[in-house]
């Protein structure tokens, strides 16, 4: 592979920047995905990235920083599934759906009035596909701290989010403030999904948030693996894509580079196909089958 | 009705559910109930599908106001969070890709509520251990919780509920959706727990047959109202009859008893039509 290091991989300072910043969306995207998937929480979280898209377009009309825009979004969007979560759950999938249908549409025209304003289709392919090829120094500091909010948040809520993600009545009945969980989970969530939305486009953020977690929950059964095995295959997919993107600039003679989220979107989906081989399909099979050779011991 | 309380009453009484009333939208759903339960007795909650039995867990739990009346735990109101009442919900839907052991369920239960990081300690693993041994649920404890029967799963969350040491055990319909077998190992396994441990049982059932072996007292709901007692004061004709507002019938059968609604002697319809079973 020496035209790898030929083409200046290691040397380039947007490949670094690029690498730190995916990276870090990786394990944060993978920490709060594993509870959104367990959870059945997919829809939120896609639903969410919709929100953060109007955010995100409508902060780079305005000049401002999409990331900023992206998790402002997101906050909101949270927020407000959270107060329909009160009634029913089919209410909140249409209340949802009806939600995200206009915030699209808010975004279709914040992005037609930016691109129109700019005369350049730049916006639109930054907004929805993502730009982290072309981060600059004080969002790097933003996507740090963001990230490390997120984190803490997670690590805070763990263990009354699992036990009010089995039931949340028997969490509420330990004592649990199970509202209070389930909005800091939310506001997590819009953070990892803001922070996604920068890395790998507002549209493609739930693929790093809901893939490396699906994959990993297919791969054990213990929810402290899940989540060390759903940041590895986020981190190797958004690393690997960046290698991918970075070189096929010299795969044509034009030297137009692929967008690095296609490489990034299409790494996470193979990975979840293999865990769909016969093979894997066994051995997560044997794996969740009560096997009195496996030692007791090794607790987390 | 309310027989007074008396203080060495008081005193011995884990429970005391005095005069509740609880309306959800706009529905009585319970009116003035009252009754007590007492360290190392099982009783059954039993009444049919909408008779209040879940609406009246959550209200001693704490997790449903009444609007009427109070609850006594160990002989003070009770605020909600209240670490003396271990409980199981009804219907709880472990998913099978959920990446949690039987042990891992158990140990929620020592520890479940806090935030942060738990501390990995011996004393904390040998708990968890020793609650697996004391439900028989060894053999399966390092399964995924969602794979496992639902018997195995009764267990599992028994344990869970269990192992934070309360005095008073809530069970919501653990045996709906078992077959009969797991139901009865449930039931016994239950039995002896409250024995063992002297704790209060409380289990809630729509069918009382499967608990008669078993239970010390007997609470049914019917109709928003309860009566309580032993089961041979509290399921007569007249007692039930009060509380349903109509008359009703008890019969035994081979050691099964059998409620059935009247009247059973209208010469106008045929008996078998007008006959509804409890």
Redesign the interface.
Known sequence: MHWIFESGFFSSHPVHVALFVGSLVAVVSAVVGVFTVMRGQSFAGHSLADVSTAGGSGAFLVNVNPLLGFVAGGVVGAGAMEMMGVRRARGRDLATGIVLGAAIGLAALFLYLGTTRSSTTGASQQILFGSIFEIDGSTVAIVAVFSVVCLVIMAAVQRPLLLSSVSTDMAAARGVPVRLVGLLYMLALALAVGLSSLAIGAILSTALLIGPAAVALRLTKRIGRAIVAACLTGVVSVALGVLLAYDSYDWNSSHAAWPVSFFIVVLIFLAYLATELPFARAAAARRRDDDPMVPAHGDR | MTPPIHPEDALRELLRVEGVSVTLAGRQILENVSFGLRAGEFTGLIGSNGSGKTTLLRVI?G?QRADAGQVLVLGRPNT????S?G???QK?L????????A???VA??I????????L?SRQR?DAV?AMLHAVDAE??????VG?LSGGEQQRV?IA?ALI?RPQLLLLDEPLANLDLRSGQEVVSLLDRIADEQQIAVLLSAHEMNPLLPVIDRIVYLAGGRAASGTTDEVVRDEVLSALYGYEVHVHTLHGRILVVAGPTEDPATPPDASLKVI
Not at chain 2, 94 to 101: A, G, Q, V
Not at chain 2, 111 to 118: E, L
Request: proline share 11%; glycine share 12%.
């Open positions: 739990l997790l909600g969070r209240n670490r009442i409980y199981v919900p709880v472990l998913d099978p890709d959920m990446p949690l052991r042990r891992d369920l929620l239960g520890d479940g509520h806090r935030f942060g990081f738990p990995p693993r251990e053999r399966f404890a390092d399964a995924r794979t969350l869970h934070g």
